[in-house]
């Protein structure tokens, strides 16, 4: 139906869905907030991320990140992958923004590679030729009409600056900062969307059960929240940074991106619901709660602190703020942003005693059989968890403005007639419509996940979820459009829910 073969077709059906566009948009005019269409005002985008989708791993002056020595090194992903060339996006950017450009994209989600920038970590050599690959893409953008939303750091720290301890090392919030203000000063003319931080929980906690296995003496339950402490300061201070130094000049708007899947009570027991609370407030007040109000939530610090006694340790192994930090990172936020992706049914586990940020969680989770499943298994399809963590953020944190910037769908053939990949994205954009007009939820952006097909970190390149595949198997990595982006494409230009 979408296919450019079909280009007649398409165009009869565009033209009737700008009919009915026009008519929602009268009536939304009117002060009535219609779930069928979205407003002219809202984002559409897509995203991807620098390790994931570049390539050109040591070209032009770029060193290796942390993900480039462990890949490398460890093989720690399916079938030996790495990002070595990935979806050759630093060759291949031109064709990333025509696919772009095709599907009627407004706006894109990307990163900067810290290495390829700093390939030192450090500020006092900036490599220029990483610095061009970034001025061009945005460049090619500017052309085509498209915003950017940058994200300064998706993972992808330089492994000089791991060799220095990385993110558990307190120094490593003044490294952020320096990048983060090349960044803010290279880029900051054309980019009025900033990221800092991209969610800090997957790398401080989530990567654990990678590392373990080849750092067995790695001190769990410690490092999590060391790693999760610097990233707050880090991010707050780059925030400070950006509002003293360049908001008047740039009139940009600054976050991080924090990621919730939606946490139900396995069943409506008090028990349940609470330990489904509990699991929203590990996972996204963790780093939430201290930019919204200053500080960890009440039940982190005190199931930490009692945890860390019982486990012998002088003092809790969650770090504290000083009053300083604490006037520092709160209120460090212009809005906020989420990536969700999947519900879990939540109930209370069994307490263990042995240190560890899951252990201090102490939830297990389930998820329903009868929940189409994905390309990964514990991505399960459910777009009513989507309205659910939206009301949640909102209720929890004042009603702020929510982007979401990922969500997505995936399979393992990349195949171009994706109607399961359709069917996810229209029922999450109901549920997201529903959650703006009859919840109230402030609701500004949607960026799907990912623009193309590209590496899925440990599953290496079996996971699709791209609205343009990749074919992997050819030198070129040639680019082709699925029909869930000519969907795309319509709704962009009709802003209208189908169904």
């Known amino acids: 139906m979408y296919r450019e073969t079909n280009f007649c077709i398409e165009r009869i059906i565009f033209c009737v869905l700008m009919l009915i566009s026009y008519y929602f948009n009268r009536l939304e005019a009117a002060d009535t907030c219609n779930t069928s269409i979205f407003p002219s005002t809202f984002k559409f985008g897509a995203g991807t991320s620098a390790f994931q989708i570049e390539g050109g791993w040591n070209e032009d002056g770029k060193s290796r990140s942390s993900w480039d020595w462990l890949s490398n090194t460890y093989s720690i992903y399916l079938n030996n992958a790495t990002g070595n060339v990935a979806s050759d996006s630093y060759h291949q950017y031109k064709q990333d923004v025509a696919s772009m450009v095709a599907m009627g994209l407004q706006n894109y989600k990307f990163s900067l590679s810290w290495s390829r ?17 970034y001025h061009n893409l945005l460049d090619e953008l500017e052309a085509a009409g498209i915003e950017p939303l940058v994200t300064i750091y998706h993972w992808d720290t330089p492994y000089a600056l791991d060799l220095l301890g990385g993110w558990t090392n307190p120094k490593m919030v003044d490294y952020f900062v320096a990048y983060a203000d090349i960044a803010f000063s290279l880029f900051g003319d054309r980019v009025k969307l900033w990221a800092t931080i991209n969610e800090p929980k997957s790398f401080c906690e989530g990567i654990l059960s990678v590392l373990v296995n080849i750092f067995p003496e790695l001190p769990i339950g410690t490092y999590e929240y060391l790693c ?16 003293k130094k360049y908001q008047a000049t740039q009139q940009g708007r600054v976050s991080l991106i924090l990621n919730l899947s939606c946490n139900m009570g396995l069943t409506n027991s008090t028990a349940d619901q609470e330990a489904a609370e509990r699991k929203n407030l590990f996972e996204f ?41 604490k006037l520092l990172i709160k209120g460090a936020y212009d809005f906020i942003m989420v990536n969700t992706y999947t519900s879990y049914m939540v109930t209370m586990a069994n307490y263990s005693n042995s240190p560890s940020y899951q252990n201090d969680l102490q939830t297990s989770t389930s998820q329903s059989s009868e929940w189409l499943s994905s390309g990964l298994s ?48 229209n029922a999450t954009l109901t549920n997201i419509r529903l959650s703006m007009c009859s919840d109230s939820v ?3 952006g949607y960026f799907y996940w990912s623009l193309i097909d590209s590496m899925e970190w440990n599953n290496g390149y079996t996971v699709k979820f791209g609205l343009v595949q990749v074919d992997f198997d050819s030198e070129n990595r040639t680019r082709t459009l699925k029909d869930s982006a000519y969907y795309y494409k319509n709704l962009i230009q009709t802003r209208l829910i189908i169904g």
């Open 117 to 133: 920038i700093l390939p030192k970590g450090l500020n006092y050599s900036i490599n220029q030729a990483g610095v061009k690959y």
């Open 228 to 243: 999760g402490h610097y990233a707050i300061l880090a991010h707050a201070k780059a925030y400070r940074l950006y509002k």
């Open 285 to 325: 007040g963790w780093f939430a709660h201290p930019i919204v109000y200053g500080d960890y939530p009440d039940i982190m610090q005190v199931v930490i602190a009692n945890n860390s006694a019982s486990q012998g340790f002088l003092i809790s192994r969650l770090p504290k703020f000083t009053s300083s930090e």
């Open 378 to 425: 514990t991505l399960k399809v459910h777009p009513e968890g989507t309205r659910k963590v939206l009301k949640w953020i909102s209720d929890t944190y004042s009603s702020p403005e929510i982007i979401i910037t990922e969500n997505g769908f995936s399979d393992n053939t990349a195949i171009l007639n994706d109607t399961d990949r359709i069917r996810f994205i």
């Open 442 to 444: 402030n609701v500004t």
